[in-house]
């Protein structure tokens, strides 16, 4: 969840300076106040049931979602790194 919020705001942060949203699906309500928080966060509520939901002997299930946190993981770090390089493109 704390991956999703960074996600946001640093998109936001990106967009603000004159960057892009690369995800086509999340450029149609990025612009939004509230609806990419909404968005993620109702993702991430079904992730977390359908994980409750799944057996306790599921390794598959955990190396997946280690997968995905480190996927999402490199995404923050390169919104960082963008959002840096905006900064100073700025200066």
Request: with cysteine; glycine share 8%; charged share 10%.
């Amino acid at each position: 969840m704390l991956l999703n919020v960074a996600d946001v705001v640093m998109t936001k942060a990106i967009l603000a300076r004159g960057g892009t949203e690369a995800n086509p699906f999340v450029a149609t309500f990025i612009d939004h106040p509230v609806s990419p928080l909404l968005v993620k966060g109702l993702l991430a509520l079904g992730i977390g049931v359908l994980l409750v939901m799944s057996p306790l002997e599921r390794r598959f299930v955990d190396w997946a979602v280690g997968g995905v946190v480190g996927v999402y993981s490199l995404v923050v770090c390169w919104n960082v790194f963008v959002l840096f390089e905006a900064i100073q493109a700025a200066s």
